[in-house]
Every structure is written in C-alpha cells, then in structure tokens.
T-cell receptor, first 115, second 113 residues
Framework: KAGVTQTPRYLIKTRGQQVTLSCSPISGHRSVSWYQQTPGQGLQFLFEYFSETQRNKGNFPGRFSGRQFSNSRSEMNVSTLELGDSALYLC??????????????FGEGSRLTVL | DQQVKQNSPSLSVQEGRISILNCDYTNSMFDYFLWYKKYPAEGPTFLISISSIKDKNEDGRFTVFLNKSAKHLSLHIVPSQPGDSAVYFCAASADNAGNMLTFGGGTRLMVKP
C-alpha cells in the first residue's frame, strides 16, 4: 500500500511569490491534514479536509489556504510568501476524522525555502 | 501559549537501559494523546497512543503513562536500542477537534551502543 505522497519535496521561492503544494493520501483515506514544522514553533496544525470540506483550521493568516478534491488529493497554497514561511510542510492522512479513531500517516514533507 | 510541552529537548541513554520521555499539557479538553517518532528527512510515524480513560498503554517495548490530575504523560522505552535514536513528539487531541493535533516541541533521543 503506497504511503502519503507529497510533491514537490524541495522548492525555493522568493518573497512575494506564491506556492502550491500537493498531497496524495493513502488509498481509501478521506481525511487530509496539513502541518507546518519550523525550528522555532515546532509542528503546527494548518487545516484539515474531509470529504472535500475544510473541517478545522489552525491559527494561520488567510494567505494560507487549501482544498481537497473528490479523489481525496489535497493541495495547499501560500500566497505573498514571507521569509517566515520557510518550513517543512507535512501532509497527513487518516481513514476517518477524530484522532481516537486512528493515527495519522504522514508524508515526507515539502521543504519550502523563501529567499 | 504552548498547550503541549516537552521540556527536555534532548536525552541520551545507554543501549539496553530505559528511556523516559516526558510531556506536559495544559488544556483540560485534551482527551487523546499520541507519540510520534521522526527520523531526519522523513515524516513522523505513529508510535503509541492513549485515551484519557486509561492511565497506561503498552505495545512491546513502548509504554505510555498518563497522569490526568498532573496533566502529564510519559513514554517509556525498555530496553532502548540504537535504532530508537530519533526525535519523539508528544501530541494531544480533543474529541471534537477532528484530526487536529497539538504537538509538543519534540525530544531528541540518542541511544548509545
């Protein structure tokens, strides 16, 4: 069974640009969550999608957005990039909502560097 | 305001001995707790979890203890192996929060042969 696939794995952007990251969940998983990992803030929840609907959103500005498609694949977008957006962006999938119903399976992440 | 804290950024233990990783939380709404392990250049992988209705959960060499009154949980690894060297994250979830996890800052465990 293939794991969670994130693309691209590495990318470099400049301030003011925008970026789109993609996540393909494990087959059969309908929930996709996104997390940002930085050295200073650790792992922080961005948002969660389930059946194409955003179910939860973390404390991030509106420049961060996402969506989920009917095949459960998800994308997240960051507009007007700032230096502080440099981070590892992790996608996680789960069969159902609710941490108690099953753990999250993480991808390897997309490492974004903003210059 | 960090709702989940791992106060030890690193821990070094000898192979074969016990590793104890600690985690404290402040949010009383948290009712499910998980531990994840992360190797460099990989995503976190699930290790073990515990519901707030329990105070202990075991899985092989890994045991998680939960003290609700102290809002504290710990992960015990016995015996520790060099392959356990990784960063360990504690995470917590509230029942109505879907898959939104609040993570601690992580503890880097080094197991020396």
């Amino acid at each position: 069974k293939a794991g969670v696939t994130q693309t691209p794995r590495y990318l470099i952007k400049t301030r003011g640009q925008q970026v789109t990251l993609s996540c393909s969940p494990i087959s059969g998983h309908r929930s996709v969550s996104w997390y940002q990992q930085t050295p200073g803030q650790g792992l922080q929840f961005l948002f969660e999608y389930f059946s194409e609907t955003q179910r939860n959103k973390g404390n991030f500005p509106g420049r961060f957005s996402g969506r989920q498609f009917s095949n459960s694949r998800s994308e997240m977008n960051v507009s007007t990039l700032e230096l502080g957006d440099s981070a590892l962006y992790l996608c996680a999938s789960s069969q159902r909502q609710g941490a108690a119903t099953g753990e999250l399976f993480f991808g390897e992440g997309s490492r974004l560097t903003v210059l | 305001d960090q709702q989940v804290k791992q106060n030890s950024p690193s821990l070094s233990v000898q192979e074969g001995r016990i590793s104890i990783l600690n985690c404290d939380y402040t949010n009383s709404m948290f009712d499910y707790f998980l531990w994840y392990k992360k190797y460099p250049a990989e995503g976190p992988t699930f290790l073990i979890s515990i519901s707030s209705i329990k105070d202990k959960n075991e899985d092989g060499r890994f045991t998680v203890f939960l003290n609700k009154s102290a809002k504290h949980l710990s992960l015990h690894i016995v015996p520790s192996q060099p392959g356990d060297s990784a960063v360990y994250f504690c995470a917590a979830s509230a029942d109505n929060a879907g898959n939104m996890l609040t993570f601690g800052g992580g503890t880097r465990l080094m197991v020396k042969p």
